[in-house]
């Protein structure tokens, strides 16, 4: 019974170090990222495009977050294999509240509303 326990407990540790989950939030400093605006039935978008630098790197999710009058995007990364890629390709649209898009846990901003 001890025996199952442990295996248990190990394939979960390695599930985990192994990168099947969320994987780390990429900073900008490690990526190439480009920003364009566009509107898209008079609604202002932007396309976030971009490649991270370290081929070992591949993209497993992109999550958008409002903070107040920001937008937080977090790219997050794990180890590369089958199906996934270093490349960043994201559109959002900007509601008109929205004044700023930050990049990463850094919050680098990589976007502001023209005044």
């Known amino acids: 019974m001890k025996i199952l326990l442990y295996l248990a407990i190990l394939n979960i540790a ?3 170090i192994t990168g099947c989950g969320r994987g780390s939030v ?6 190439k990222i480009t920003v364009q605006e566009k509107a898209v039935n008079d609604t ?5 495009t971009g490649m991270v630098f370290a081929s ?3 993209v ?8 107040g009058d920001e937008m937080i995007v ?9 199906g996934l890629s270093g490349a960043i390709d994201y559109d959002m649209e900007i509601g008109p509240k929205i004044n700023r898009v930050c990049f990463g846990d850094e919050k680098y901003i ?6």
Do not use: C, G, T
């Open 74 to 82: 977090r790219v997050y990364i794990v180890h590369a294999r089958e």
């Open 56 to 58: 070992a790197l591949a």
């Open 14 to 16: 390695i599930f985990m």
């Open 44 to 48: 202002l978008h932007l396309q976030i």
């Open 26 to 31: 990429l900073q900008f400093k490690d990526a």
């Open 110 to 115: 990589i976007w502001s509303r023209k005044r």
């Open 60 to 67: 497993s999710q992109i999550d958008v977050k409002p903070n």
